[in-house]
């Protein structure tokens, strides 16, 4: 790897690692979001240059926290307003690194989540504007996990910060009577960091570790701040997901579906962690957790519960319906009764139309009517699948599968 490109890969590591906190580091001493994201990006095109003349410093994080405070410093003492003034002299008495009140949990992040999850704001903004913010998603990636068009993300995103300015939403953590009613949507962007993490919806890579470990770190923070059975529940689930973490991509990148994995090298370490962990009281994240317990502990596809796991996902579908669980319940119940049982139930979904332009409801369909030896219509499932497929390697795998049964 010759120098430039290995100064790239340093500045996409770090932005991977570090882009929330610079973020989040910065609207807590500016107030300002916009400036906040603008003077972040600025920081790590700078670092670009200048790591290439001086070297990668050795704690990029503060580095490119220096600099985009720096930065966001020259820019408001070139606004003439008295408000820019005022936020010009909060920048320069608060450092970056100023004690937080006793009273504070002293982590940017959980406090942006927080703000994010203000009951103001409508909840599917409150995990986007998270998710822009903190994880560094592009508006692209974010519109295609809700399932949206990228203008209708964008506009979302853009009203959002505009009510956070407007109604004066405090950037803190509350206080502990306030805590429970912000659990669900803080809970809800934890999970879908995490999973943006474990199966990216864009791009070269399948799995971004960092967004999943970040997640993971956040749970674990949320758990010793609100030890709740459903914020323990999702730690057990991301726990027992990301336990098979080292087994779903070979070295090159390439897709292992779960029948294929290796089962002796998923962590045995957080699998028991995210068994200590799951609570009995029924919930949506208990019981997802509780399906991740089926696969982590069976020994083989072959000798798992599906049974269980069909009840655990009827249970599911009764307190959190949504089309996808629908369709991970086709999946389980085409284990215990065969593959023409769940492909009905597949065509079902596929005939509402919700799951319109998800590429998993035509690559479920092409692999059931693969099992059952319909292999034309499978064919052409795979290929629609392939069209709709955001990752490289997903698009990979599934015309792998489509060239095993094209004569």
Known sequence: MGVSDAVQAAVAEAFAAEWGQVVATLIRVTGDWDLAEDCAADAFAVALERWRRDGVPRSPGAWLTTTARNRAIDLL??????????????VLSRAVDAPVEPD????????????????????????????????????????????????????????AKKKIREAGIPYRVPPAHLLAQRLNAVLAVIYLLFNEGY??????????HNLSAEAIRLGRLLVRLLPEPEAQSLLA?????????????????????????????????????GLRLLPATPGPYQLQAAIAACHTTARSVETTDWP???????????????????????????MVEGPAAGLAL?????????????????????????????????AAAYRDAVELASTDAERDYLRARLAEIEP
């Open 104 to 159: 504070e949990v002293p982590d940017d992040r959980l406090r942006l989540i927080f703000t994010c999850s203000h009951p103001a704001l409508p909840f599917e903004a409150r995990i986007a504007l998270t998710l822009r913010t903190l994880a560094g998603l592009t508006t692209a990636e974010i519109a295609r996990a809700f399932l949206v068009p990228e203008p209708t993300m964008y506009q979302r995103i853009t009203r």
């Open 237 to 273: 689930l991301m726990l027992l997901h990301d336990a098979r973490r080292p087994t779903r991509v070979d070295a090159a990148g390439g897709l292992i579906t779960l029948d294929q994995q290796d089962r002796s090298r998923w962590d045995a370490a957080k699998i028991a962690e």
């Open 346 to 378: 597949v065509d079902e979904l596929a005939a509402s139309g919700q799951l319109a332009g998800y590429h998993l409801l035509p690559a479920t369909r092409a692999e059931l009517l693969r099992r059952q030896g319909s292999y034309e219509p499978a």
């Open 199 to 208: 199966t990216a919806s864009e791009g070269a890579d399948l799995v971004r």
């Open 308 to 334: 269980r796991i069909v009840r655990l996902y009827d249970d599911l579908l009764a307190i959190a319906p949504s089309p996808v669980v629908r369709l991970n319940r086709a999946v389980a119940v085409a």
């Open 77 to 90: 003492r070139r606004e003439a307003t008295g408000a820019a003034k005022a936020r010009e002299a909060a």
